[in-house]
């Protein structure tokens, strides 16, 4: 292995971009050799910022260099599939960007050809590597407020997010909607922190982009959740963030409860049965094994930089990723068990089973 990763970036706009901004960050740790986007413009654009490296639009040319040891993938969700299955034929280990795909045989496709190919396969889900969800982690597993009891998350998607490119976002078979392309950071990160889901039953509908077609079958989501432990959950998810409001993330357990902010805010409240007056607020800025609790600039390395430093490690010295194929393939079954509750109105149970759903 060369002293740096050496990685080439496969799409680079949206959180392509953001990438591309994280791999400079970690530019002692590796470097981008080679961009690849169908858009010709996007990817000498991006080819310029990454350092003046090498661009191409097409795929296999960029799988052929011999200065790429690794992709990053951050295209659109139903052209995941099939560029993992070539970068792990072509040797290359993968950072795939969320979610891993849109229909869980294409996941299991990609999954079966890393595993054949020997190749490290990572799913690009930024929240486990910040400090405050590895606080969040940690608390849960001591049962420092008790048992875990219920977590709540608000997750609504921004107008600028849904501005894609080529409007795929809009055709579920694409995107698989919102559940899928945006709520999926919830489908993940409940069972990272909760264990398995035992049944998921949902509410949806178009309420806001009635005027196109094809539309989101979701732009409003509830998900009730039970879990294994018995534990329960509610994402309120959508595609319809009002401008300038936060979302976030409460967890309560039996002897308390903690409120977390998308900007970084950590509370923790304790007294369940009882009165207690002190509300202890934190701010957790860092990425993971970072403990700062104040913002150092603007810039301080979130869970986005610690996903990708933690995908560097895990090739480099040969570590298996703690956010893999599986997981990302269990995000998404969670999300089409969601999306099969609210087709049928009913709740259903997991593992779901063959034939699987799809739009």
Same mark, same amino acid.
């Given at each position: ?10 799409? *680079? *706009? ?27 413009? @996007? ?13 191409? #639009? ?6 052929? +260099? ?17 560029q993992v299955i070539a970068a792990a034929q072509a040797g290359k280990h993968v950072l795939c960007e969320k979610p891993f795909t849109v229909n869980l045989e294409d996941a299991d496709r990609a999954i079966e050809a890393c595993k054949q190919a020997g190749v490290k396969l990572m799913l690009a889900f930024p929240r486990p590597f910040s400090a405050s969800s590895r606080r969040l982690k940690e608390m849960v597993k001591t049962e420092e407020l008790g048992k875990p009891i219920r977590i709540y998350s608000s997750h609504h998607m921004r107008a600028e997010w849904l501005r894609k490119r080529t409007g795929w976002f809009f055709d579920p078979k694409k995107s698989g909607? #919102? ?8 489908? !993940? ?16 509908? #178009? ?12 732009? %409003? ?19 319809? %963030? ?6 976030? @993330? ?16 950590? *509370?923790?409240?304790?007294? @369940?049965?009882?009165? !207690? ?10 990425? @993971?094994?970072?403990? #700062? ?16 430093? !933690? ?19 269990? *995000? ?20 779901? %089973?063959?034939?699987?759903? +799809?739009?």
């Amino acid at each position: 292995m060369p002293e740096k990763l050496r990685v080439g970036m496969v799409c *680079a *706009a949206g959180i392509g971009a953001s990438h591309v901004m994280d791999w400079r960050y970690l530019d002692k740790q590796a470097e981008i050799t080679a961009v690849m986007d169908v858009d010709e413009e @996007m990817a000498r654009n991006t080819a310029h910022i990454s350092g003046g490296v090498p661009w191409t #639009t097409d795929l296999d040319e960029l799988l052929a +260099r011999e200065d790429v040891d690794a992709v990053d993938i951050c295209s659109p969700p139903f052209a995941h599939a099939d560029q993992v299955i070539a970068a792990a034929q072509a040797g290359k280990h993968v950072l795939c960007e969320k979610p891993f795909t849109v229909n869980l045989e294409d996941a299991d496709r990609a999954i079966e050809a890393c595993k054949q190919a020997g190749v490290k396969l990572m799913l690009a889900f930024p929240r486990p590597f910040s400090a405050s969800s590895r606080r969040l982690k940690e608390m849960v597993k001591t049962e420092e407020l008790g048992k875990p009891i219920r977590i709540y998350s608000s997750h609504h998607m921004r107008a600028e997010w849904l501005r894609k490119r080529t409007g795929w976002f809009f055709d579920p078979k694409k995107s698989g909607g #919102t559940a899928i392309e945006g709520v999926i950071h919830d489908f !993940h990160f409940f069972p990272w922190l909760f264990g398995p889901a035992k049944r998921i039953y949902s509410e949806a509908g #178009t309420f806001i982009f009635t005027d196109r077609s094809p539309t989101l079958p979701d732009d %409003q989501l509830v998900v009730l959740w039970r879990f294994q432990n018995d534990a329960i959950g509610i994402i309120d998810g959508g595609a319809n %963030q009002p401008s300038n409001f936060g979302g976030h @993330m409460s967890v309560f357990f039996t002897e308390g409860g903690v409120k977390m902010e998308r900007g970084g805010g950590f *509370a923790i409240y304790r007294g @369940m049965k009882e009165y !207690h007056p002190v509300v202890e607020q934190v701010r957790h800025f860092g990425r @993971m094994g970072d403990d #700062t609790d104040i913002a150092q600039s603007p810039f301080t390395p979130t869970g986005h930089v610690g996903e990708i430093e !933690h995908f560097i490690d895990c090739v480099v010295n040969d570590k298996e990723p703690e956010t893999g194929g599986e997981d990302g393939r269990y *995000a998404l079954e969670c999300a089409w068990a969601a999306i099969t509750s609210f087709q049928t109105n009913e709740p259903v149970t997991l593992p779901l %089973q063959k034939p699987y759903p +799809r739009y």
